[in-house]
Structures are given as structure tokens and as C-alpha cells.
């Protein structure tokens, strides 16, 4: 099976589904079975899982299972682990000495770990005795269907990031080479020192060679000045080039993308940048170096003597192997704890969000109580980490004081014999000394270069994943001018049904055939969940319809850009955000410069004026995360004037009077009913005040169209619409 590490916090799902598709002699990228599998910010769901397995040829079979029901069927399956997670079973094992059973797990956001069957147990078992797992059966069709592979960001990628840094990168070439240099010619002065200084006697000599010396020395600082100068400069400029370029290119990418990130997410992305960075400018050219000197080393050393040579290569060996197996021991102790701090800081983020519920319903002893437990759970496990890892250091150290000992036994042996000059012996000692941080610069290279591999796969999914923008889309056409004859313009949607995630969830919108004719005010009200808000996003073109299709004056949606359509869009959302800004730059985001005449009147359109100018700073007052605190209302009144200072054509309004108090509502409608003239606008709302003078008002029911008319014609229908203005739209009667 081969290994596939998840890339986010949600991905574990897809990952077990290429690591099961692996055993199977195929190999899928994460990112194709991540979109088969329908992700959200809440991860994927079995069935979900079981949909995109059946979609690469498995056969999915879901089941609750006891413990010994999983053990004798001793197949690989998917399990969920935790409760919001899974992971891959590869095997279970019967220790023969204490006749204990094992299980090799392979966890996306871990690796492979094998755990006994209580910490098995616990993290399995859902209802005390049975837990949830996924047989994957290959059809014929498996081996039939080609596997989806994406294609590789290659490092060529980030190299050229290096090139306007020829120079620099030449400069530290030479400097490292002279640095190599030096790190050779202080084992011969050390020989020399002895043999043509001390040991004759020769003062003048042992001045001499000592005068060299501390010249190398000076060397060397300054070379290592230099080299920490230019690896800052050149690595920092590349830095900003790189989490520059890659912002860019994120956000061109469609909404969709976003959706099934967390925050945590991105900042790993932006450390995936800063991790290949250092891998290419210091990792890879320090290693390179270490290359260079540990050659040179062995070379001067075979030269003084074979056998030393080989003694020092087998115990280096040696403690090679001894970090290594030790490491390995680590890997349950580490994935415990791996756990235990996202439980930790699961519990920490838990209470810090919901500080006000806590304190109303006196919960804080409770939480505090569960978080220290956690705390001491975690303190258990660092307890045994460090035992272990003193019991690694030890032997490690060991390893390798014995190695010199043994080398200088072996040189002393041969200067006692004759075959070796005391300078020589010294000179054997100091390069036994200065081969350890070479040694262990190899060592991390090989760790830092798996990170680095995994970080560009991560990189690789943006820059792979299709922008928003294509080429061959056109700008939002502006008149009707080319609609068939007796076609009306407007906004258009034909047959359209749309459905989040998998094929098997539920459609949100079916069947909607509508116009929003051009110029005029169309409400849509419906009961909460009834799909407003979808049909919204849709016309925004943050999702695709599943079937049907949403037209701009007769041309399709998809054939349109994206932000030439926004651009021409005043929208307000249900959940607006207010920037950490001032407020004129709260309102006129759309421009560089601000014009001021519009700014006013946008400010005056949504009643702000007197909120202003009750301000010290006025519109230049910061607001957001890092300025005052706005109320609900101010927030919605600031966004209707950002929507209105766009001087839009088509206004969009989700609810965007809903926290506004009677007399604010009233004059603000009153200003927008002005403004709205001449442009095509959709109001979202509950409120009757708000969708009585529509044109048209469209009620939805469970994503479904099922009245329109204006306000009079539905009201004496008594039908959808009257029952929710009865019940909802606070109209007694
Ligand atoms: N990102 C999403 N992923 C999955 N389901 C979603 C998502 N957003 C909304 N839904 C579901 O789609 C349905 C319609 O939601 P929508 O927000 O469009 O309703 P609404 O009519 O605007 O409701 P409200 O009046 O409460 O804002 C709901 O059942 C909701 O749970």
C-alpha cells in the first residue's frame, strides 16, 4: 500500500480511498478522488466516501461491525476513527509471546502506526461495542478505468524563482567552497603544529602555523557572516516573490475551492512556501557542502589509514540506525500525542468561542475541569517521550564517543608502533570531531526532504486547480441588443436544479424556470432553508447549476467572467464583511481613488450621515477587527452603501434590512426605492415592508417556484404566499 499523506484538515476520507486504490496496484490523485468525493468544510461523509469508490470501479460496502467481526474477516478497510475521522486498517496481528493482538493503521494525518487493541478500541468503538467500517471491493471495471494522476509541480517550478539570483547564489558558491577549504587545511596545520613546530622544538614554526591558524579562523567568521547575509537576503526576496505569486493565483480560484478549507489550511500553505524556500536556498546547498567536506574528510582519512576509516564508517553506521530505530518506537507515542493536541486545542478553541453561552449557563468549571484533564493527558505522554528520547540520546552519544575513542586508540596504537606521527594522530581526532555535523546535516536533509516533497504536493493542488476566469469567457453584455426578437432582457434561469455535494444529496433548487426582466424589482421570499440564498449564489456564479442554465440577456452564465459579472453586481449578503479599515475605504472598495460625490450619496442612500459625523475622524474612522465596534444595523447600512457606491446594474439584497430598526428601514427604503430605478434588483426578505412594492415576488418553497405575481394578486390567491406573510411576514390576518 503505498502511503497518502491528507493535504487538509478534511481530506483524510479521499486519502484512505487512495491508499485502498493503491492496494489494488492504482494509484489516484488526491485531488481528483477529493472532488468525487464531494467535500465540504466538514469533510467528507462514508457515503460520500462509497460514492467516489464506486465511481473508480469499487464495489462499497458500509457496515457496523463488532471487534471480532473485523478481526476474522482480516481484510483492509476504511474505519472511522474518533468520531471525525478516518483511517486505513491494513492488518491485525497476533503477538505469538503475549498473545496480544496489534492493528497496523495507516493514518492520512499521521502515517502508519501500530497500536494494541485498547487504544484500538477507544478510538473505533462507537457504540461501546461496534464501530463503522468500508469494505472496498475492486469490480472489473477497477482495473478497466484509467487512475487519474495530476500532473507533478515540478521543483523546476521554484528554481526558476532562483534565477535572478544567479549572482548571489554564485557568490555563495564561492564562499562556501572557500569555507570547505579552510574546514580541510585546519587538520594539516593541526599536523604540522606538531610535527614541524612542537616536536622539533621549532618556536618559530609553532608561531608560524598558529598565525595561519587564527587567519583561517578570521576567514571563516567572515565567510560565515557573509553566507548567513546572503541566504537571508536572497531567501527572504524569494520569499515575497513566491507567497506573492501564490496569493495571486489562489485568489483566482473559484469559491468552491475555498469552501472545503479551513484557515489553518492556508497558513499551511503559506509555510509549504516558506519550507521549499528554505529547502532550496540553505537545506540543499548547506547538504551540498556537507557533501563536498565529509568527502574530502574521508579522502584525507583513507589516506592516513583504511582501518580507521572503516571502524569510523561502521559505528557511524551504527548511530545511524540506533536514531532510526528509536524514531521508529517514537512514531505511537508521537501519534498519541498528535491527538491529544487537537483534542487540546479543540477544547481551547471551544472555549474561547463560546465564552458568552458558557458564562450565561454556568459551564466554565465544567470545560476548565475537561481541559485540564486533557492537559495532564498530554503531560502522561511527553513523560514517556522524553524517557524514551533520553534513552535514544544516550545511546546515540554513546555511539559516538566510543567511535572516537576506538579511532584514537587505533591512531595512538600506531604512533606507539611507528607508523604514525603525533601531529597525524591529532589530525585523525579533530576530523572525527568535525565530521559529526556534516553526518547530521545528511541525516535532516533526507527528513526536510519528504517535508518539502509533501509541501509541494500541497502547492501543487493550487496551481493545478482550474481559476475561475477562462479565457474564452466574455465580459457581462450590457444592452439586450442581441436577444432573439420578442425576447425580453433580463435575467433568465431555464430548467435549473442545483444540489450541493454528492450526486445522492438532496436538490436545493428544482425546476426553476424565472425572469427578472431588466429594469425592474423582483422580491423572493420562502420559508427558512427553501433555497433564496442558493439561487442567489448562483446568479453570482459561485456554484454551477447542476442542470439548466442561468442567462445575462440571453448569453449563458458559464460563457461570462466571473468578476466583469460581479463588477456590474451591488450585492449585499446575509453574512457581509466589514473590512479592518476605515469607513470611506469600507464603502469604496471597488475603487483606488475615491470619488467623493458618490461616496456621499451612498452614504446618504443608507442613512450613515448622522453615524458619521457623530464620529471624531468622521469617515476616515477605522472599523472592523481593528477599530471601533459597529452595531448589526450600522454594519448592513455600511454594506448597502458599499453595494450602492458601485453604482451597479443589477442589486442584489440578501436580507439587508433585517437588523434595521422601523424608522432606518423606512428611510432607507425610501432612498433605495429612488435609486432603484432603471436597474434590475432582487431583494431577499422576511419582511413585508420590504417586498410589498415588488414587481414581482416569487414565493419558494422547499427549492421549489411555487407562486409569483405582485404583492395584490397573491394576498387574494390566499395561497403560499398569504399563509407566509400570515405567519412570517408579520401581517396579522
Ligand atoms: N454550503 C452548503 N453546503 C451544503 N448545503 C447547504 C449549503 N448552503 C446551504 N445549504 C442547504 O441548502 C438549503 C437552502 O439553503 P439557503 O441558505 O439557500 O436557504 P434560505 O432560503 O436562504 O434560508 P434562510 O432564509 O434561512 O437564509 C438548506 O437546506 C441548507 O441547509
Known sequence: MVFTPQHDQMDCGPACLSMVASLH??????????????????GVSLLGISEAAKKIGFNPIA????????????????????QNHFV????VKNQHVTNQRTFRIADPGFGYITIDEGSFKKSWLSENTEGIALYLDPTEQFYKVEAIQSDGLSIKYFLDYLKPYKRQILQLLLLLLTGSGIALLLPVLMKNLI???????????????LMAQLALFVGSL??????????????ARINISLVSDFMKKLLKLPMGFFETKMMGDFNQRIQDNERIEAFLTSQSLLTFFSVITLSAFLVILCYYDLTILLVYAVLTGISIIWFYYFLYKRSILDYLRFRQRSENQENIYEIFSGVTEMKLNQVEDMKRKGLKQNLLKLFEINLKILKLEQVQLSGFEFINQTKNIVVTFLAATYVINGNMSMGELLSVSFIIGQMNAPVSQLVTFFRSFQDAKLSLE?????QNHPEEEQVDQKPLGLTGKHLPIGEMPGVKLSDLFFQYGASSSPFVLKEINLLFPEGTTTAIVGASGSGKTTLMKLLLKFYEPTHGEVCFNNVNL?????SSLRRNCGVVMQDGFIFADTIERNIATSDELIDYTRLWNAIRIANLQEFIE?????????????????SGGQKQRLLIARAVYKNPRYILLDEATSALDAANEKIIHQNLTEFFLGRTVIVIAHRLSTVKNADNIIVLKDGQVVEQGNHSTLVSKKAEYFSLIKNQLELGN
Not at 458 to 462: K, T
Request: glycine residues 8%; charged residues 25%; positive net charge.
Open 63 to 82: 457496515t457496523r461491525l463488532t471487534l471480532e467481526e473485523l478481526v476474522s474477516l482480516a481484510e483492509p478497510c476504511i474505519l472511522h476513527w474518533n
Open 88 to 91: 486505513v486498517l491494513q492488518k
Open 458 to 462: 500541497r502547492l501543487n493542488e493550487v
Open 614 to 630: 457623530s464620529l471624531p475622524l468622521r469617515e476616515k474612522t477605522k472599523v472592523g477587527a481593528v477599530g471601533n465596534g459597529i
Open 222 to 235: 567572515t565567510i560565515e557572516i557573509f553566507r548567513n547575509w546572503i541566504v537571508l537576503y536572497v531567501g
Open 195 to 209: 610535527d614541524l613546530g612542537v616536536s622539533p622544538k621549532n618556536m618559530g614554526m609553532v608561531k608560524l602555523i
Open 558 to 562: 458559464t460563457m461570462v467572467s466571473a
Open 25 to 42: 496496484g492504482k494509484k489516484y490523485s488526491l485531488q481528483y478522488l477529493r472532488e468525487k468525493c464531494f467535500l465540504t468544510k466538514d
